[in-house]
């Protein structure tokens, strides 16, 4: 840690703005650069969340002058590029933890991490399913799961519809689940939501307005069929609602059969389990009640930071026992 601080320095990308504004809910401080074209990974604070003041947005131009502790890493562009780009020698030579949001999209097992390569990298996953999948060599991986902050039970029901809350899932496609969508939505009133939804959407909602607005669903429905456990299953878990979805990564450790939601992997059966929970809303209201009981305890934003703090904390303080040995 820099002598004239107490709390840690940590420079990173804004990749995923609800991961960041989490993550900022920690005793440190982050930097995230800025650049004038506000391209991905640059884009600063941005307006959509609403950040303390532990986040500072820092002119790429101005990066290398910053005393830092730690350098986060987010995306494969950031570990092979960014870095050399954006870094002085010396702060990518500071410790260095590398943020694996999602599976590998390769072959799904033998895809070894790209972190590998250098071998001086805490490798951290956002799911047990997501460090079981990839190879991660002889590194220190870890698993730190998602914490989301509670923004109240807004659960109502009221509308005879599933909501499916995902970023550009046209442009995703299969690997998302975009066809079972488009299957599904033939025999079932389900709503998208996000950006870049298009023509097959209702566009974004902003996310301080989505707690209100998810709340007035029956059920969310998450069609993701490979990638992680996503933040907004989380979240609208803590508005109350139950959730339908696939019985794959990391939803089966999380969705429990008639308690909080159904998981199946055929969409006739998802079909029909829709059709369940249309016609039992004080049903689909008591799972949606065990959902929030259960994303607020498992999902704790507390034990997130807590965790994260921690490992700052190690990473930042392995790096300066071994400055210290080598002298």
């Not at 997501?130 to 914490?147: C, F, K, P, T, Y």
Request: hydrophobic letters at 35%.
């Amino acid at each position: 840690m820099n002598a004239n601080q107490e709390r840690l320095r940590i420079f990173t990308w804004h990749i995923h703005g609800s991961y960041l504004y989490y993550l900022s809910q920690g005793d440190y401080e982050l930097y995230i650069p800025v650049n004038k074209e506000r391209s991905e990974g640059y884009y600063g604070r941005g307006t959509t969340f609403p950040f303390g003041h532990n986040v500072h947005e820092v002119d790429v131009e101005d990066v290398r002058m910053l005393d830092l502790d730690l350098i986060l890493f987010q995306t494969a562009t950031n570990y092979q590029r960014d870095q050399y780009k954006v870094l002085s020698p010396y702060q990518r030579e500071l410790p260095k933890i590398y943020l694996q949001h999602d599976p590998p999209w390769g072959h799904p097992t033998d895809t070894k991490h790209i972190a590998c390569r250098s071998g001086d990298v805490t490798l951290v996953h956002v799911t047990y399913f997501n460090q079981l999948m990839w190879d991660n060599g002889s590194l220190d991986a870890r698993v730190i799961e998602h914490g989301v902050v509670d923004r109240g039970y807004t659960y109502s029901g009221e509308l005879d519809k599933g909501l499916v809350i995902i970023n550009n899932l046209p442009q995703r496609g299969r690997m998302l689940g975009f066809d079972l969508f488009l299957e599904l939505r033939k025999h079932i009133p389900l709503d998208l939501v996000g950006m870049g939804t298009g023509s097959y959407g209702l566009s974004e909602v902003l996310h301080p307005d989505l707690p209100a607005f998810a709340g007035k669903y029956r059920f969310l429905f998450n069609p993701i069929r490979y990638t992680s456990m996503g933040l907004a299953v989380c979240e609208a878990m803590t508005y109350g609602l139950p959730v339908i979805g696939l019985a794959t990564t990391e939803m089966v450790r999380h969705i429990r059969e008639g308690f909080n939601g159904f998981l199946d992997l055929d969409p006739k059966s998802l079909t029909d389990k829709m059709v369940f929970m249309l016609e039992n809303h004080d049903l689909a209201k008591s799972m949606g009640a065990n959902a929030r009981r259960y994303a607020l305890e498992r999902f704790s934003i507390r034990r997130f930071v807590q965790e994260w703090e921690s490992l700052f904390g190690q990473v930042a303080g392995r790096k300066t026992l071994t400055k210290l040995h080598s002298y």
